[in-house]
């Protein structure tokens, strides 16, 4: 599905100038609520995935779902004072058309990739699948075991939104989708954030972004974790809050009018329905196979960035690559 492109400069509204591309579960959360606090900065409250119309997002009937031109920029209505207005969307790195997307809209625009070490990504991007419900696989190895049947269509979950984002080692090619955008855009205008910086020394990270952006590099927001692993208390209501049948969806809107007010409280049944948990440990042997897949990409993206990652590729301690799955666990991480 092709998205119409208008040139962001023969607008005379508000439009979006600052892209935060992704990838999922690498800290982009953290980083919007961050600069989302920045006096010149704002940033939109939602994943709006205007560009990227490769990427293919499903509805509860089964047709397709695109953002229109119209009500995307009215996301920015109002927010013209703002030197940088930000459009937050994980899965636009991942996206073959996304770059070449915003660049025809507005060239003169700023990216920022975050990344993260791809197997910890690839786990942490399974279990969100699996609390939204998109995700049919408990086990991660066998959601990644099941990736190439997904590629092509088959094995997916029955009423998946968002299959593209059940391809957890695609999401990690890192070097291949960065240098999209740097083709595009050149290096200037893109800045790549690690999570595990951000995480380390979230004050000096986000000092770096603001030097990038050239905005008040001595705003400090409040730093604190965004976007923590989660579950679901109940299978069962987070399914009928997805697609619930449509005499109970009638109802609904009957009993609630406004569009605005129903989709308010379906959010806070989804805040109620929702808990924090820790995210089980993975499989050391499942680890140490995985870096061995995502090295040679690990590699590129080292000579790309001009950065050691080696500790990307380290395998776990007493784990060779070669060594079969086993039961464990290692130690819980939270997302940010």
């Known amino acids: 599905m092709r998205i119409p492109l208008r040139a962001a400069a023969e607008e005379e509204r508000p439009t979006p100038n600052l892209f935060i591309v992704g990838a999922p579960k690498s800290g982009t959360t953290a980083l919007a609520s961050y600069l989302g606090q920045h006096p010149e900065v704002f940033v939109a409250g939602k994943e709006l995935s205007y560009f990227g119309s490769d990427l293919v997002f499903g509805t509860d009937g ?9 009500p995307y920029l009215r996301w920015f209505a109002g927010h013209g004072d703002a030197r940088y207005r930000a459009d937050r969307s994980v899965f636009y790195l991942s996206s073959t058309r996304a770059a070449a997307e915003i660049h025809a809209f507005d060239p003169t625009s700023r990216i920022l990739a975050m990344l993260r070490n791809p197997v910890d990504q690839m786990h942490s991007q399974h279990s969100e699948m699996c609390f939204q419900g998109e995700e049919d696989l408990a086990s991660f190895a066998e959601a990644v075991a099941a990736e190439d049947d997904r590629r092509h269509g088959r094995r997916l979950p029955p009423g998946c939104r968002k299959p593209f984002a059940l391809r957890y080692l695609d999401l ?5 989708q960065l240098e999209r955008y740097l083709e595009c855009f050149g ?31 001595g705003h400090r927001p409040e730093f604190s974790v965004v976007n923590a692993n989660k579950v679901v208390r109940s299978p069962r209501l987070r399914q009928v809050l997805r697609q619930g049948p449509p005499g109970l969806r009638r109802l609904g809107r009957l009993a609630v009018r406004n569009e605005f007010t129903r989709a308010a409280l379906r959010r806070r049944l989804q805040e109620l329905n929702t808990k924090g948990a820790p995210r089980p440990g993975l499989d050391p042997g499942l680890r140490a196979r995985l870096i061995e897949r995502c090295e040679p990409d690990i590699r590129r993206l080292e000579a790309l960035l001009g950065r050691d ?14 060594a079969p799955a086993a039961a464990g666990a290692g130690a819980p991480d939270e997302d940010r």
């Open 62 to 70: 089964g047709g397709r779902w695109r953002l229109a031109y119209e």
């Open 172 to 176: 990690t090619r890192y070097a291949e």
């Open 187 to 217: 290096a200037d205008q893109v800045c790549v954030v690690l999570y595990d910086d951000l995480r380390a020394d979230p004050a000096a990270t986000y000092g770096g972004v603001l030097s990038f952006l050239g905005v008040d590099g």
């Open 309 to 322: 990652l080696s500790a990307w590729r380290a395998p776990p301690a007493g784990a060779p690559a070669a």
